[in-house]
């Protein structure tokens, strides 16, 4: 592959059509792999000038990120991009067990062979920030340090207790944590000052955003450090919005990218696994706009009896789908449905859910011929998505309201879903009106 910008691993689904919309939106041609590709189907995108692979390390173990998540960034090394990106979730939730992004960035740090790896969490267009190392999220309008965020607080699997990211860091890996706070970056000598942390700390820099100034000063940084220590970096996708103000700066790229509306479409199917009051306001808007909502225990998906359950559920689908109805099938509705902890008491039973709803979707696909579709819950995306024989992703129609959560269209050679249009929505993700918005193809 020639002229790369950027390469990146996304430790879910969800997370790494955020990162490709951010992309494809500002002109950078991008396509989003699900594995490692073959040679022929890297050959089908030899224009992009980003490549992404969509991962689930944000739901998986230390371990696994040992076996699996390293061959996966040593392909991507030799890609040669000049920014090598590993991915994770603005809210950054995470734990030393579960999505440890301290061991991710040890693994990456380890294979580009890089002393100093920087760190960008905030993205004002996610209406994320970080000021001197704390991490604040929107909710309803208002916004919250991330240790309080009404949501993220209490994560079913990684709730976030602290909202200073060098400690929460600390708790992941031995590798020194530096930050280059706000007060740091807007001083005269900011260069220098942002050189000396990095060289006197080497590790991880986390370096703060916390508006479009200091996201543009970030993204000068980037390049600057990247010369000096190489382009292995992690974070949000404010990453990427760092980097394209810089690169818009000196004229590597143009400026934005057009996308027409699609239109709508006379039926689509939504599978959700999101305990997300977001999701739940959302699902109840989508049933008023006309939608049918199926809800599915959960705890059926992945018992002795899952094959009958997911037959079930399929039945139901397709009946509302023949009557012309757009459908949502769901295992919550919000926070108060949650049976996480009757869940987790089922080795794996997180990831097959995700994997029964994807079984679940691909059957209506299949037999209703649907050419539009939905998985609700940045976890359930992860596991889900595979299951449907898709091999890449590229975007369809970026929504500008709702960042983050684009319509995408899918690429390989199973003939029922290469072609599809589908949305991967994390639970925190959209306005309540984004069902319909995305059956109706249009970009507000």
């Known amino acids: 592959m020639e002229n790369l910008l950027v390469s990146y691993y996304g430790d879910d689904f969800t997370g790494s059509t955020d990162v490709m919309e951010a992309l494809a939106s500002h002109g950078v041609a991008t396509v989003l792999f699900l594995d490692i590709p073959s040679p022929e189907m890297l050959a089908r995108f030899k224009g992009c000038q980003a490549i992404g692979i969509a991962g689930t390390s944000r739901s998986e173990t230390p371990e696994w990120m040992q076996a699996q998540l390293t061959p996966v960034l040593e392909w991507l090394k030799l890609l040669e991009a000049k920014f090598c990106h590993y991915k994770v979730c603005s809210t950054f939730d995470s ?79 031995r590798l020194p944590v530096t930050v280059a706070d706000v007060a740091a970056i807007a001083s005269v000598d900011a260069d220098l000052r942002v050189d000396q942390l990095a060289s006197n700390s080497p ?104 094959n009958e359950a997911i037959a079930a559920a399929v039945r139901a689908g397709i009946q509302k789908l023949k009557d012309g109805k757009s459908v949502i099938l769901h295992t919550a509705l919000g926070p108060s449905a949650d049976v996480g902890a009757d869940m987790d008491k089922l080795p794996g039973a997180r990831h097959a859910l995700g994997r029964a709803l994807g079984t679940v979707l691909r059957r209506l696909v299949e037999s209703e011929g ?70 109706a193809g249009r970009k507000n």
């Not at 949000?236 to 699609?262: H, M, Q």
């Not at 129609?397 to 949305?423: E, K, R, V, W």
Request: hydrophobic share 40%; net charge negative.
């Open 95 to 173: 734990s030393p067990e579960i999505g440890s992004i301290g061991k991710a960035i040890e693994i990456g740090r380890a294979t580009f062979e890089q002393v100093v790896v920087p760190v960008v969490v905030g993205a004002p267009q996610l209406k994320r920030y970080t000021a001197f190392g704390n991490l604040f999220a929107a909710y309803q309008g208002n916004i919250y340090r991330i240790d309080r965020h009404p949501v993220m607080s209490r994560h079913p699997v990684t709730p976030m207790g602290e909202a200073d990211l060098a400690v929460h860091l600390s708790r992941q890996t």
């Open 370 to 439: 649907l050419s539009r579709a939905v998985i609700a819950g940045g976890d359930t995306s992860s596991h889900a998505l595979r299951q449907l024989k898709i091999e890449a992703l590229t975007t369809l129609l970026p929504l500008p309201q709702t960042p983050g959560s684009p319509l995408c269209l899918a690429h390989g050679d199973y003939p029922a879903t290469n072609g599809l249009q589908i949305a991967l929505k994390g639970g925190q993700v959209g306005t309540d009106e984004y069902f319909a918005q995305i059956r």
């Open 203 to 306: 590790g991880i820099l986390l370096i703060d955003v916390d508006s479009e100034a200091t996201q543009a000063a970030a993204g000068r940084h980037l390049l600057r450090l990247a010369d000096q220590f190489g382009g292995f970096l992690a974070g949000s996708s404010g990453v990427e919005y760092a980097l394209l103000n810089a690169w818009r700066r000196s004229g590597v790229i143009a400026g934005n990218a057009d996308f027409p509306e699609v239109g709508p479409v006379d039926r689509i199917a939504v599978v959700s696994g999101s305990v997300s009051p977001t999701t739940e306001r959302q699902i109840r808007k989508a049933v008023a706009d006309g939608f049918e909502s199926i809800s599915i225990d959960p705890l059926s998906l992945v018992s002795e009896d899952c």
